[in-house]
């Protein structure tokens, strides 16, 4: 495990489960019943294949938050692209800023990344905070985050 992986979960409780398995979908099932809040940073599409629908959690937890982080959102033209940090640098310009014509470099400091996972934290906090709380799905596109901020 690198550094940065285990300074960001520093204290945290974690569990691997094969939702591919029957077992492991079993298992990820029985904790959306008793979770606020499920993180997935798939391509598009991926949850879906694996038998994981909205539709499916919110009856199973009526005030689920399900968060989908991907490079370019759920839907729309670019959305099937994969994306990592330094390719949504690039789409967005940030990496314009680093250099001139040839020259340019990726910022060294996971910025998308970052900004993205801000962005969720603050929507799904905007959420946990509401008394009316309904299941809900945010959609959060790396590529709008950074753009935006």
């Known amino acids: 495990m690198g550094i940065s992986f285990l300074a960001q979960n520093a204290g945290k409780k974690s569990i691997a489960i094969n939702i591919k398995s ?4 079993d298992i990820f099932f029985k904790l959306v019943k008793k979770s606020d ?3 997935e940073n798939f391509k598009p599409g991926t949850i879906k294949k694996l ?11 009526k005030k689920i938050i399900l968060t989908s982080i991907s490079g370019f ?3 729309g033209s670019l959305s099937k692209l994969p994306a990592y940090d330094q390719i949504i640098q690039g789409y967005s310009g940030v990496m314009s800023i680093t250099g001139k014509g040839k020259n340019i470099f990726r910022v060294g400091y ?3 990344d970052t900004i993205g996972g801000l962005n969720a934290a ?3 906090t905007s959420l946990l905070n509401n008394k009316n709380r309904k299941a809900s799905h945010i959609d959060i596109s ?3 985050s950074v753009i935006s901020s």
């Open 22 to 25: 029957k077992i492991g979908k």
């Open 37 to 39: 809040v499920i993180v």
């Open 51 to 61: 038998g994981i629908v909205f539709s499916k959690l919110k009856k199973i937890n």
């Open 73 to 75: 959102g759920q839907n």
């Open 110 to 112: 996971p910025v998308a």
């Open 122 to 124: 603050l929507a799904i």
């Open 142 to 144: 790396m590529l709008d």
